[in-house]
């Protein structure tokens, strides 16, 4: 108690100190500070910027002796990103947007490409090259795809979705390579459309049969999991002068069911700057997933006759207009 009491008297003390020196000082004059100097100078912790791309492509023929048909084409790519830097903390987030339409002479629109995918990151700095790190990356897709004949859907939004969920080590030996590697990385395969889920499409469990075989509609799994070893490698580098390389591979090991079969996703981007405003892009991906099966013909006789698991690949070039947000 007698402590708590010199704590007190002591405080009243140093206060009247304090109040006799600002009563004796009234006179002087006090030069008022821009309460806006220090949020000036206060460093921006935030980093926004992206890049925007339409390329377009056309064809027209009248009279052409060679054949052909006239087209025209429209692909669009915006990528988005926001970065945060504080202290030893980093955050790191990505949106990658894509969709391609096409028109054949005497045919209707169709899609040529679509793809959506969201990545956050958050990293807490270990040593100077390495971080603790979480991350969640989801892929999907915008809009429905369809057979060439318009009968059914082949793919929709979330049908599929990919989600990775990851906790591990990043390595950022330098701003041009990232290297993530994850231990504990649980991988859900979603397919929303119950009819797609019933025919066991992008790896799902597939419906239940009957006693005549046929399948019972909505006892299909709408959603796989996985639990496995993740790797992602990232690179960027401006290879020559106005050319940016970029390059992400993905691989991904599932504990629980074939180890040895690993999943792989592989995307390059090389990027063209002819302007401020023209650009060039060549986009190369592929994809080996051991749980999603192909048509594919067997017998060789030009029928599909089976299904199994291929490499799937994906390329597309352009010419057109491009935009750095900054």
């Known amino acids: 108690m007698l402590k708590a009491l010199l704590r007190i008297l002591s405080l009243f003390i140093l206060l009247s100190h304090f109040s006799l020196?600002?009563?004796?000082?009234?006179?002087?004059?006090?030069?008022?500070?821009n309460p806006l100097a220090d949020t000036a100078a206060a460093p921006n912790i935030?980093?926004?910027?992206?890049?925007?791309?339409?390329?377009?492509?056309?064809?027209?023929?009248?009279?052409?002796?060679?054949?052909?048909?006239?087209s025209l084409s429209a692909l669009g790519i915006l990528n988005l990103y926001g970065n945060y830097k504080k202290g030893k903390n980093a955050w790191n987030n990505t949106l990658d947007l894509t969709y391609g339409t096409v028109k054949l002479q005497e045919?209707?629109?169709?899609?040529?490409?679509?793809?959506?995918?969201?990545?956050?990151?958050y990293g807490r700095?270990?040593?100077?090259?390495?971080?603790?790190?979480?991350?969640?990356?989801?892929?999907?897709?915008?809009?429905?795809?369809?057979?060439?004949?318009?009968?059914?859907v082949i793919s929709n939004f979330m049908a599929p979705a990919f989600v990775l969920a990851s906790i591990g080590m990043d390595y950022k030996p330098n701003s041009k390579l990232s290297v993530f590697i994850s231990p504990f990385t649980g991988k859900f395969t979603a397919v929303l459309n119950q009819r797609m889920a019933d025919y066991g499409a992008f790896?799902?469990?597939?419906?239940?049969?009957?006693?005549?075989?046929?399948?019972?509609?909505?006892?299909g799994e709408r959603l796989r999991e996985e639990f496995g070893?993740?790797?992602?490698?990232?690179?960027?580098?401006?290879?020559?002068?106005?050319?940016?390389?970029?390059?992400?591979?993905?691989l991904f090991s599932n504990y629980l069911h074939n180890a040895k079969n690993i999943d792989v996703s592989w995307e390059n981007l090389v990027n063209f700057k002819v302007n401020k405003f023209l650009s060039a892009s060549l986009f190369l991906h592929m994809i080996?997933?051991?749980?999603?099966?192909?048509?594919?013909?067997?017998?060789?006789?030009g029928t599909l006759d089976g299904k199994g698991p291929r490499l799937q690949l994906k390329e597309t070039l352009g010419i057109g207009f491009s935009y750095k947000f900054e």
């Open 229 to 250: 070893g993740f790797v992602n490698v990232r690179f960027r580098n401006e290879i020559f002068k106005n050319v940016t390389l970029q390059s992400k591979a993905d």
């Open 125 to 152: 700095q270990a040593s100077s090259k390495w971080f603790y790190t979480a991350q969640l990356n989801t892929r999907t897709q915008i809009s429905p795809t369809y057979t060439p004949e318009r009968d059914s």
């Open 203 to 219: 790896g799902v469990e597939p419906a239940q049969r009957d006693l005549e075989g046929n399948l019972i509609p909505g006892t």
């Open 46 to 70: 935030w980093d926004f910027g992206g890049t925007g791309t339409v390329n377009f492509s056309q064809v027209s023929l009248s009279n052409w002796a060679a054949g052909g048909q006239s």
């Open 21 to 33: 020196v600002s009563t004796s000082a009234q006179d002087i004059p006090v030069p008022v500070q």
């Open 288 to 301: 080996y997933d051991d749980d999603i099966l192909i048509d594919v013909d067997r017998s060789g006789d």
């Open 107 to 121: 045919q209707r629109l169709r899609k040529s490409d679509d793809r959506l995918e969201l990545n956050l990151k």
